[in-house]
């Protein structure tokens, strides 16, 4: 099978290996939920390549990104649900109704200020219409927290739950105070330590991400860009240990916890002699 430039073929490539026997085995296993975490991480590579503004890598990051809405239309089909041409069909629809200033004639040509108030009144216009469509159960009880989208990241969604509900005072009116609730938070890591309790210190790990995520509100840090920067210093110290380590012939397997401690330590000190504005730099690559 040879490559191309037509969406039919990645279309029929993932067909093939979703067919039973002759497909791949692995390919075969997944379900909806299994893939949405690589979805959810290819999505998340987009975003990198475009920080790195690395446009060769944004062109494999967004093919990436595609496969994954070729296999769920793949898996929808499967259950005759839905094709990928509805997938196109859907997002067309959409995109021609939010631009009645551009698609067609009855709104005139709108003002470029004027333009997301048509686009926000048509986006209540759909959700009203989606939530017609779903069961009455379902649409029956109407949160101050309904409209904080689900798909986001989880630390994305935190904020904007948090945010939503101090609308209405529901909020912490000090950062010191957020940071005692994440002590207290820490405590109950802890017991769940002592009670060996798998389930809870799952549960508890949960609510002390929360909140942290709260103080990072409070203290004004967006905290997937703050975690984004912390795991690039954490690569960078850590490359400063597997150099230093290679300088004098040895392997991370050859080191004791202590010394890779100690460079660690050594990795933090060089850091801060470095100029501000260069320290800034680093957090940023």
Not at 104 to 113: C, H, Q, R, T
Request: proline share 4%.
């Amino acid at each position: 099978m040879t490559p191309s430039r037509d969406i039919s073929r990645l279309i029929e490539i993932m067909a093939a290996l979703r067919t039973p026997v002759t497909g791949c085995p692995w390919d075969l296993e997944q379900n909806f939920a299994t893939i949405a975490p690589y979805t959810i991480e290819e999505a998340h590579e987009v975003v990198d390549a475009i920080d790195r503004g690395d446009l060769d890598d944004l062109r494999e990051e967004l093919g990436d990104l595609l496969l994954q809405v070729v296999f769920h239309a793949q898996m929808a089909q499967e259950q005759n649900a839905f094709a990928f041409g509805d997938v196109v069909e859907a997002i067309t629809r959409k995109m021609i109704r939010r631009h009645p200033h551009v698609f067609a004639d009855k709104e005139g040509n709108l003002a470029s200020s004027h333009v997301k108030e048509v686009w926000d009144r048509i986006k209540a216009e759909e959700k009203a219409e989606r939530a017609a469509r779903r069961p009455p159960e379902e649409t029956s009880h109407k949160s101050l927290l309904s409209g904080v989208k689900a798909g986001q990241p989880a630390l994305t969604r935190a904020m904007e739950l948090q945010r939503k509900a101090s609308t209405v005072g529901f909020d912490w009116n000090d950062p010191r105070a957020v940071l005692n609730k994440i002590r207290e938070e820490a405590d109950e890591i802890e017991a769940a330590l002592d009670r060996n309790d798998s389930e809870g210190l799952a549960e508890e790990t949960g609510d002390l991400m929360f909140a942290l995520v709260n103080l990072a509100r409070h203290v004004n840090a967006d905290p997937e860009t703050a975690l984004r920067a912390t795991n690039a210093k954490f690569e960078r110290r850590f490359a400063f240990i597997e150099r230093a380590l290679e300088a004098q012939g040895r392997t991370l397997e050859q080191a004791s916890l202590a010394e890779m401690d100690a460079l660690w330590n050594a990795a933090k000190g060089d850091e801060r002699k470095l100029p501000a504005v260069e320290r800034g730099n680093q957090a940023r690559r």
